[in-house]
C-alpha cells in the first residue's frame, strides 16, 4: 500500500495500491472539468456507467468518477454526491511517492 486516508465529508477518502501486474488505467483529468459520470459496478446489477449526481449503493465505494472525456475527476466515497475524493488529492499522494 502507498497511502491511506478516511475522512469522506473532508474528500480524503482513498486508499493507494501499487502493481506491477497493472500496466494501463484511467486517464486523469487536468482540466479541472466536471464530473459527469460513474463507472459502477455491474455485480451489483446497477448500470456500468451512470450520471454522477445519482446517489450510489453500498459496494460502489471507490468507484472512478469521469468527466465527458472518460478521464477520472474523482473518486466515488459515500452514496451522497455531493462528497468524494478529489482526484488531485489522490495524486498528490502518488507524487510524494515517486
Do not use: H, Q, R, W
Not at 480524503?12 to 501486474?21: G, L, Q
Not at 445519482?54 to 477520472?72: F, H, L, Q, R, Y
Amino acid at each position: 500500500m502507498i497511502a491511506y486516508d478516511i475522512d469522506s465529508i473532508a474528500g480524503n477518502d482513498y486508499a493507494i495500491f501499487y502493481s506491477d501486474k497493472v500496466k494501463s488505467g484511467l486517464e486523469l483529468d487536468f482540466e479541472n472539468d466536471d464530473s459527469a459520470f460513474v463507472i459502477g459496478c455491474e455485480k451489483l446489477n446497477i448500470n456500468i456507467i451512470k450520471d454522477s449526481d445519482t446517489s450510489n449503493i453500498v459496494g460502489e465505494s471507490g468507484s472512478p468518477i469521469i468527466d465527458t472525456e472518460g478521464e477520472v475527476t474523482g473518486v466515488s466515497t459515500t452514496n451522497n454526491s455531493l462528497y468524494y475524493t478529489d482526484i488531485s488529492n489522490v495524486e498528490l499522494e502518488i507524487d510524494k511517492t515517486k
